[in-house]
């Protein structure tokens, strides 16, 4: 007797018809026929049953505060910057916690429950700290929070930058941050990445930077970045957000840097929807992507996982908490459309971000977390292109959201009565 059984399941791998049973929280068993009962069952035939999403890259501090104190105008990420550091020294621990709290709220009907999230540590208050940490364990129960002390205005380059930094570390914030294309000189940018990977190495702490997030060839921080990874033998613990300058990188270069990075084992996290709205500015045309070279990395065995980045806040005027829509624009923008492909993208939404955030007892096998969800698509490639309802989120074994599948109503003579694009348009070539 278990105490739920998911049943009929199509997993993210390909196979289908499997019952997924749960007890006490974990998966206690993952086969075809599970012939006992349970106290409670689902079906969920000819639908995915995935793990839950994850999120590898957000700013929680900043969600959801489109249009205070005013828009970004241009819709530049420097604007937007600007734009952060009007609202920063004015917005209060109260607004920031209510705003976070109602993101995550949108987040688990997403099935989206784990999220890693930058915090500014720029202004000396450290009221975003204190806020998201305060989220953090309140979302406890639901969605698991990684927070990035993130020095947004530069490490050096910002009044009391090193000090903040350090102390959002002593009140508990679990991973160091850095952003070296914003300091003042490369120089600066290097000693910065230099300086941050030592204070991980000493603290035990892993490390995400915001890495060479420009258009600039020669921003090369991600090469010190691996160096010192490899230094400090935090292989596998530091992760390079963004590197967008490796788009417009000579590629003689990149020959020799993505094999490093791999020795380094950098996860990358791109993130697309960003990326693409961001990048390119002072282009005219042609206009480059802007997005770093996911199929070439992947090729290469690097980690790479995608990331929201933002919802609703100055530099991001969209979004939805759907890292599906994160996916189907890494799918445009990487122009990665092979079937292959997609099992790749739909992995950097999933295990490969699982893996950069070092999560214990994440996926479908016996023994892991009862973390479930099951979408209005009949697998992988329907839910990148449908970004379907989410029609059942289960966190430890319990239904914890539950949307109505999205069904249409026709009302056409000779033509059916409704239609389930998440059942009805699969078309029939896997
Ligand atoms: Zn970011």
Redesign the pocket.
Known sequence: MFDLIVRNANLPDGRSGIDIAITRGKIAAIEKGIAASAGEEIDATDRLVSPPFIDP?F?MDATLSLGIPRMNVSGTLLEGIALWGELRPIVTKEELVERALRYCDLAVTQGLLFIRS?VDTSDPRLVTVEALLEVKDRVKPYIELQLVAFPQDGYYRAKDGVAALNRALDMGVDIVGGIPHFERTMEDGRLSVEALCRIAADRGLPVDM?CDETDDPMSRHIETLAAETIRHGLQGRVAG?HLTSMHSMDNYYVSKLIPLMAEAQINVIP?PLINIMLQGRHDTYPKRRGMTRVREMMAAGLNVSFGH?CVMDPWYSMGSGDMLEVGHMAIHVAQMAGIEDKRQIFDALTVNSAKALGLQGYGLEKGCKADIIILQAADAMEALRLKPNRLAVIKGGKVIARTAPRIGELFLDGRPKSIDGGRDYVPKIR
């Open positions: 890259h700013h930058h915001h957000s993130n980045d």
